[in-house]
T-cell receptor, first 113, second 110 residues
Framework: AQTVTQSQPEMSVQEAETVTLSCTYD???????LFWYKQPPSRQMILVIR????KQQNATENRFSVNFQKAAKSFSLKISDSQLGDTAMYFC??????????WGAGTKLIIKP | DGGITQSPKYLFRKEGQNVTLSCEQN?????MYWYRQDPGQGLRLIYY???????QKGDIAEGYSVSREKKESFPLTVTSAQKNPTAFYLC?????????FGPGTRLTVT
């Protein structure tokens, strides 16, 4: 069965620092998509960034970027110049053969002023 | 504004009562999903629907039921058979692979 593993239950960094959240996944699919979602205290689930597995280039969205290592099945999220508003749960997810999402357990990120 | 709405935000029910959670989307998405989230945990799939009048069970469908009579609407009924219904429920809709979420409903059953 497909699995997504986030090995860091909680992390905290100072405002303006850079932080990297880890995610590994297990899939036998050749074509799949990877996502990072953010869930702030409001509990609204917000899409942060998306990576297509067939693309070698790492996705970036402003201060958010990923390090996609397909052979290692690793998909880490880097947040640069962290802000207080980045405080949230971050979930990594991978599509299965039916394009449903398989979710990691989440990493709680705290940005300290 | 395009988006997904869930109502109500907070819902309280007595044990033994069925309760229906609303989910509406105006994104013209074909697929819709219901997830359950318990404290400190990730999302677990309850039901999903890829087209109108069709839906499939997810990983934790027992004690839940859904309908998909319209493309825009995918209500979830939490029945009295669900042994531990208190949780946060999230509805999503999607294009082929990218899911967008509603604000969620917090259900408390006492």
């Amino acid at each position: 069965a497909q699995t997504v593993t986030q090995s860091q239950p909680e992390m905290s960094v100072q405002e303006a620092e850079t932080v990297t959240l880890s995610c590994t996944y297990d899939t036998s699919e050749n074509n799949y998509y990877l996502f990072w979602y953010k869930q702030p205290p409001s509990r609204q689930m917000i899409l942060v960034i998306r990576q297509e597995a067939y693309k070698q280039q790492n996705a970036t969205e402003n201060r958010f970027s990923v390090n996609f290592q397909k052979a290692a099945k690793s998909f880490s999220l880097k947040i640069s110049d962290s802000q207080l508003g980045d405080t949230a749960m971050y979930f990594c997810a991978c599509t299965n053969s039916n394009y449903q999402l398989i979710w990691g357990a989440g990493t709680k990120l705290i940005i300290k002023p | 504004d395009g988006g997904i709405t869930q109502s109500p935000k907070y819902l309280f029910r007595k044990e033994g009562q069925n309760v229906t959670l609303s989910c509406e989307q105006n994104l013209n998405h074909d697929a819709m999903y219901w997830y359950r989230q318990d404290p400190g945990q990730g999302l677990r799939l309850i039901y999903y629907s890829q087209i109108v009048n069709d839906f499939q069970k997810g990983d934790i469908a027992e004690g839940y039921s859904v309908s998909r009579e319209k493309k825009e609407s995918f209500p979830l009924t939490v029945t009295s058979a669900q042994k531990n219904p208190t949780a946060f429920y999230l509805c999503a809709s999607s294009t082929a692979y990218e899911q967008y979420f509603g604000p969620g409903t917090r259900l408390t059953v006492t």
